[in-house]
């Protein structure tokens, strides 16, 4: 009876703990896949809720963390799934974000190949040092902004959190077709904008000029 | 004298490739599936010789895993780096309070 007691009033209290304690955590996560501020803040409400709802199975298996972003990624997912249903059109963006400018035009010796001054570079960098740089993280949120909102989402489960292909499209209601295209378009876009604010800049610095 | 003979053959041949393969523009979604599936036989072998002649569609191709890997180092560090690495992104106390009241409820 009092060993049933006890559990029951420990039960209680963490659950009211975790805003406090995970909010900004459950909300970064949430942000950087939504890139949304209200989306976000209802997917870390209902993130909450659910687990509140739940706390029995957790029941203290693993860590709070883990287990709350658990539910956070499947109420992210579903977010999407609501999306794409409102719009179902399909988003593949244009192929301006394949950035037909940096090829030299048809008519051209060389049409199709790399202008020399706008051809990828060596960026020189080391992605575990990169993970860890909060401008980085900020210079490329300003990236994914141009894409398509479907484009960055799939884009983001793919390469963030791994999901795979077949989910994807499941999710968006898209081709596997579709979804190449769309993440070739995504990684163009991001790759040229990453390399003109980020790493021609880095290199720029480190070479003293 | 033997090297230079050498250097203007493989400069010829690396020249004949480049005309005869697909161009950069067409090789860059090649680049990203290769990334979403096997490639066939013929896309693989035309992707070797490309990046065997293009030096620039070495460092596409290197800067699209360059971003992968960041991405996938973020998300396996998220939990105990996120705090630090982005303190300044916080719930809005707004929003703090109404996720409170849901909770209350």
């Known amino acids: ?209 | 004298m033997g090297t230079g003979l050498y250097d203007k053959a493989i400069h010829a041949v690396r020249y004949f490739l480049l005309r005869r393969l697909p161009t950069c523009k067409q090789m860059a979604p090649v680049m990203s599936e290769s990334l979403e599936r096997p490639l066939t036989p013929r896309e693989r072998v035309t992707l070797k010789l490309h990046l065997w002649v293009c030096a620039w569609c070495v460092w596409y191709l290197e800067n699209l895993r360059t971003m992968h890997s960041a991405l996938r180092a973020r998300a396996a560090h998220e939990e105990e780096a996120a705090d630090e690495v982005e303190s300044a992104v916080k719930l809005s106390e707004e929003a703090r309070e109404r996720i409170r009241r849901a909770l209350a409820r």
Request: proline share 5%.
């Open chain 1, 1 to 209: 009876m009092a060993t049933s007691q006890v559990a029951s009033t420990d039960a209680s209290a963490a659950p009211s703990l975790w805003l406090e304690r995970h909010g900004d955590y459950l909300y970064r996560y949430a942000l950087f896949r939504l890139r949304d501020p209200a989306s976000a803040e209802d997917a870390v409400q209902e993130t909450l809720l659910a687990a509140f709802q739940a706390y029995e199975g957790f029941a203290g298996r693993g860590s709070e963390r883990t287990w709350l972003t658990g539910i956070l990624k499947h109420k992210i997912v579903d977010h999407f799934r609501r999306a794409s249903r409102l719009t179902p059109a399909s988003q593949l963006g244009d192929e301006s974000l394949e950035h037909p400018e940096l090829f030299r035009p048809a008519g051209n010796e060389w049409a199709e190949h790399w202008w020399d001054d706008k051809a990828p570079v060596d960026w020189k960098a080391d992605p575990a040092r990169l993970c860890e740089q909060a401008e980085f993280w900020e210079v490329f949120r300003a990236c994914l902004s141009p894409l398509p909102e479907r484009v960055a989402s799939a884009f983001l489960l793919r390469e963030v959190d791994g999901l795979e292909s077949a989910e994807i499209c499941e999710v968006f209601q898209i081709t596997t077709n579709n979804l190449w295209v769309m993440l070739h378009r995504a990684r163009a876009h991001l790759r040229r904008c990453l390399e003109l604010n980020w790493f021609r800049p880095g290199l720029a610095k480190r070479l003293g000029r």
